[in-house]
């Protein structure tokens, strides 16, 4: 048994995982300040505070064998219209949270980073020494994290991951992909499934791919949840691992939303609108250095079942459950 702290388990990702942890026999504190997070999705057993990562120093203390570090702002176009809330909040937060690691020695880190620190790829599946050019704000606070990471690592003997999800999607049980307002593919054609909205709005179906709409790699939320407790068993003390976590699949806006209407047995009305400022045309993940490394391969690859398991999620909530 160890003791973990879980900044951002109030989130979608934390939560999933804090979950896995608890269900492994570990000890969890969630820190969130609920800036986007929801204090009913911590899961029951875990303690909760609520607090700022930027304020780690008071949160992080020596009992601690390890942190799980979700704590960020993570939409792509909103990071493009409000840049500085996203260097504050993710570069920020994190310098603070790494120092208090220091002071408090521990030193145990698994962080949350993201396939769009690698901006528009040169060739796909994307590989870790593949170059990194963000296209958006977001990307680039998730490289300067990253590479914060690696000096800590080099300098303190920090054990440290960096995870690169591609895109994270299904649910795991109770807990599930709630965003408010959303802003995420699957839940937002999930609401159109529902008649809480009235159409998908597809952000534009001129990029080079075969039907013109974005490419993403769907990984459930579940099998990336697994990833989390084996990295935090690989990671050794002066090494920065950093890790796809993605399915090497990628589905395009318009397969998904096909997907979702095979799934569902709704019709979804789809429109065409403006590309969004920040997307690349296509992000497909190797995971080789995961499943070499972590020994993890996902075991739920496929998009139905992953847009199933959020359906059922998104129906719960819906009846208030
Ligand atoms: N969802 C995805 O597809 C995806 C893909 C790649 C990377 N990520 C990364 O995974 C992490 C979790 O994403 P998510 O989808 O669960 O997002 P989320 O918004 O559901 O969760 C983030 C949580 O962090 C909390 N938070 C934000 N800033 C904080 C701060 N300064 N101090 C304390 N708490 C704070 C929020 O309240 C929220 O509960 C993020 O770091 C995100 O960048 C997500
Ligand atoms: O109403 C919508 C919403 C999204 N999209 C498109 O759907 C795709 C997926 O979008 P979204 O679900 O918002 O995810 P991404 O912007 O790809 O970003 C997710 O996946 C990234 C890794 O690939 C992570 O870094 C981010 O945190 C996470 O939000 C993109 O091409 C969007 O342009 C639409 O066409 N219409």
């Not at 000890?27 to 303690?47: K, M």
């Not at 990562?53 to 009992?63: F, K, N, T, Y």
């Not at 699957?186 to 529902?194: E, G, K, M, R, T």
């Not at 790699?217 to 090494?239: F, Q």
Request: net charge negative; hydrophobic share 40%.
């Amino acid at each position: 048994m160890s003791k973990y702290l879980v900044t951002g388990g109030a989130g979608y990702v934390g939560s999933v995982v804090a979950a896995h942890l608890l269900e492994a026999g570990h000890e969890v504190t969630v820190l969130d300040d609920l800036s986007t997070g929801f204090r009913e999705a911590v899961p029951e057993g875990a303690a909760f505070v609520e607090g700022r990562v930027q304020d780690a120093a008071r949160h992080v203390v020596p009992s601690y064998d390890g942190v799980l570090h979700f704590a960020a702002f993570s939409q792509v176009g909103e990071s493009v219209a409000q840049p500085g809330r996203y260097w504050e909040n993710n570069v920020g937060g994190t310098m603070a949270l790494l120092a208090a690691m220091r002071s408090a020695g521990v030193g145990r880190l698994v962080f949350s980073s993201t396939a769009a620190a690698y901006g528009e790829p040169v060739s796909t599946p994307i590989t870790e020494s593949d170059p990194t050019a963000p296209t958006s704000p977001y990307g680039a606070t998730k490289l300067a994290v990253d590479h914060m990471i690696g000096g800590e690592c080099a300098a303190h003997g920090l054990a440290a991951a960096s995870l690169r999800y591609f895109n994270v999607a299904g649910a795991y049980g109770d807990c599930g992909e709630r965003h408010d307002p959303e802003s995420h593919l699957i839940p937002l054609v999930l609401q159109v499934a529902l008649g809480t909205r009235e159409t998908i709005s597809v952000f534009g179906d001129d990029y080079p791919t075969p039907d013109g709409t974005c490419v993403r790699d769907y990984i459930h939320v579940a099998d990336l949840a697994e990833a989390h407790l084996l990295a935090m068993d690989a990671i050794t003390p002066g090494e920065h691992l950093i890790c796809n976590l993605g399915n090497g699949n990628g589905f395009s806006v318009r397969e998904v939303v096909e997907t979702v209407r095979k799934v569902t047995g709704h019709p979804v009305p789809e429109t065409v609108a403006a590309r969004r400022a920040g997307d690349p045309a296509v992000l497909v993940a190797s995971a080789a250095t995961a499943q070499e490394r972590l020994g993890w391969a996902p075991s739920r690859p496929d998009l139905a079942g992953i847009v199933a398991d959020a359906w059922d999620f998104a129906r719960a909530r819906r009846a208030g459950a």
